[in-house]
């Protein structure tokens, strides 16, 4: 069953131990406007599968990510969201790897579920047998000679 959130809230999603980002609602505004954002667009055609996955979460964290805890400079100080900032949080490996899995395959899982169906409890597929019989060997038949 798919539950909607009517609300539409942002959410605060963990990334790791004492690292938090607050994300806007994964929509299909957000997911539209990520698509035709000018840095995914400028992905060479040539480019791999990986980098185009990095310029696209790059791109969508820059718009999905409100506020964050637990992020800060060389120096230690807290920092607060900017767009290079982003990009630099999802250059270290596992904060990227949370992300997508914490927030961009929710999207990705959906997308999945319509694309294959299960059996029908009730439906045409219920209770199916298999109808077709094993092919017999063919006769053997005594040679003349």
């Known amino acids: 069953m798919l539950t909607l959130d009517l609300t539409n809230a942002p959410r605060w999603h963990d990334l790791a131990p004492r690292v938090r980002v607050q994300l806007r609602p994964l929509t299909t505004a957000l997911m539209v406007a990520t698509r035709s954002d000018p840095a995914v667009e400028a992905v060479p055609e040539e480019a791999s599968d990986e980098e185009r996955a990095v310029a696209f979460a790059k791109a969508l964290a820059r718009r999905a990510v409100l506020a964050w805890e637990g992020i800060g400079d060389a120096d230690g100080n807290l920092i607060d969201p900017s767009p290079e900032a982003i990009d630099a949080l999802l250059d270290v490996w596992p904060i990227f790897e949370a992300f997508q899995l914490t927030y961009v395959s929710k999207g990705l899982l959906l997308e999945q579920e319509k694309n294959a169906s299960a059996l029908s409890p009730n439906g045409p ?13 063919p006769a053997r038949t005594a040679r003349r000679g």
């Open 125 to 137: 597929s219920a209770g199916a047998s298999d109808t077709a019989k094993p092919a017999r060997k």
